[in-house]
Each structure stands twice: as C-alpha cells, then as structure tokens.
C-alpha cells in the first residue's frame, strides 16, 4: 500500500500564492512499486473533480488549460514527492485539492489518492 499526504493548503487572497506538497509512504521502494506519474486534481462544491497538472518521472508536465502559466507541478523523485507552486490565485480555483499517484507493482496499473487539502482563494 502506498499514502499519499497532502499538505500546505489554506485561505489566501486573490493574486497570492500557495505551494502544495504531496508525499507518498508504504510501499514506495522502486523495487515494489514504482511510481510513473503523480498529479493534483481538484473538486470545487458541486463540481466534478478535473485535472490540474501531472508530471512523469522523467519530468513531463501536462497542465489544464486554466492554469498554465499560473501553477507549476515539479517533483522529487528522491523523495516521491510532488509540489504544486500556485501562483495569481483566483477565487475559482477554491476546491479540494488531491494528490493522485499512478504505479506499478509489476503487472498493470494501480492509482492511489491523497485525502486532499481545502484551498479557498477569498476576493
């Protein structure tokens, strides 16, 4: 089993700026399960939850539209540890924040979640 622990959410103003970090422990020995992608999603109230930005390990990044140029996703994969550097915050990008990371123990696929961190932008 591999947890994912979000953490650096909070209440910010319009235009400032937040770092999120996630950092996954268990069974995160490349020998057991190696991680391939990691990732933020968000769910704001009464919305499905979207895509915010993944990134591989060899460092592609893939972001949504509505926050490039904004957010930065980057990783240690030392530490299987991914960062989200939100920058020109707006209050539509208030949600729960979660961390996602997608591996294998040698055979498929298995994607595990964070619990999720509340970020709330006030205007």
């Known amino acids: 089993q591999v947890q994912l622990v979000e953490s650096g959410g909070g209440l910010v103003q319009a235009g400032g700026s937040l770092r999120l970090s996630c950092s996954a422990s268990?069974?995160?020995?490349?020998?057991?399960?190696?991680?391939?992608?990691m990732g933020w999603y968000r769910q704001a109230p009464g919305k499905q939850r979207e895509l915010v930005a993944t990134?591989?390990?060899?460092?592609?990044?893939t972001y949504a539209d509505s926050q490039k140029g904004r957010f930065t996703i980057s990783r240690d994969n030392a530490k299987n540890t991914v960062y989200l550097q939100m920058n020109s915050l707006k209050p539509e990008d208030t949600a729960v924040y979660s961390c996602?990371?997608?591996?294998?123990?040698?055979?498929?696929?298995?994607?595990?979640w964070g619990q999720g961190t509340q970020v709330t932008v006030s205007s």
């Open positions: 996602n990371a997608i591996g294998s123990y040698g055979v498929g696929l298995v994607q595990y």
């Open positions: 268990g069974s995160t020995s490349t020998s057991i399960f190696r991680i391939s992608v």
């Open positions: 990134i591989t390990t060899s460092g592609s990044t």
